[in-house]
Structure formats: structure tokens, C-alpha cells
């Protein structure tokens, strides 16, 4: 099992990143697919999640509700974050992982993932 973030980078407040994670070794539309972040100095934070199964149900942590999107192509077997309006507070490593249901929606339980990235660095400052 192989999930390869990239995309990650330097950007200025207000500017926009699209993260992608590519999925490889195991059967990519039968799970969920998150994004967890972890900020300097903290812990995990729970990000985003889309369904699985051809389902489009998304979901977000208050803190990016309207700024961040999260999609994915089971052909391609890759999940994207796009973020936009970026802010300080959201300069963290972003991993992406997989979970066999919806997971936690607040404090991040690395027991309901099954797969985990490598993460990808987002720097937000001018």
C-alpha cells in the first residue's frame, strides 16, 4: 500500500494550493479518503473526508468550511485537497489517509485509519 502526497509549498496568505495523494496497492473506491493536518508544535487535526463507493458526501472541520474542497477520481485512484484563501494558521504537513468508514470529526484517532501517507509540507507567509 502506497498514498503519495505532493503539491504542498510555499504560498502567500490569501493564496490557493491544490494537494494531490495518489493511492496504490489497495482497492481505492472502497474506503474513505482523508485529509489530516498537524501544525508545528500540535497535534493531528482532522481536515477533510469524502465518501467512498461512488458517493460525493464531503465533509470539513469548521476551520476550512468554504475555503477548502476535497474531490477524487477513482480512476486515477488520487484524492485532491484544493485550498484556497489560505491563511497562516493552515501552514502544517498534510497527509492523506484512508479509513474503511467516515472517521472522527474532531480529535484525529489514528486507530480509524488504515493507511497513512507520507505528508506534504504547506507553508502559509509572506
Known amino acids: 500500500v502506497q498514498l503519495v502526497e505532493s503539491g504542498g509549498g510555499l504560498v502567500q496568505p490569501g493564496g490557493s494550493l491544490r494537494l494531490s495523494c495518489a493511492a496504490s496497492?489497495?482497492?481505492?473506491?472502497?474506503?474513505?479518503m482523508s485529509w489530516v493536518r498537524q501544525a508545528p508544535g500540535k497535534g493531528l487535526e482532522w481536515v477533510s473526508s469524502i465518501r467512498s463507493d461512488g458517493h460525493t458526501d464531503t465533509y470539513y472541520a469548521d476551520s476550512v468550511k468554504g475555503r477548502f474542497a476535497i474531490s477524487r477520481d477513482n480512476a486515477k485512484n488520487t484524492v485532491y485537497l484544493q485550498m484556497n484563501s489560505l491563511k497562516s494558521e493552515d501552514t502544517a504537513l498534510y497527509y492523506c489517509?484512508?479509513?474503511?468508514?467516515?472517521?472522527?470529526?474532531?480529535?484525529?484517532?489514528?486507530?480509524?485509519?488504515?493507511?497513512w501517507g507520507q505528508g506534504t509540507q504547506v507553508t502559509v507567509s509572506s
Open positions: 489517509a484512508t479509513s474503511s468508514g467516515l472517521p472522527s470529526r474532531g480529535f484525529v484517532v489514528r486507530d480509524e485509519y488504515s493507511y
Open positions: 496497492g489497495f482497492t481505492f473506491s472502497s474506503y474513505y
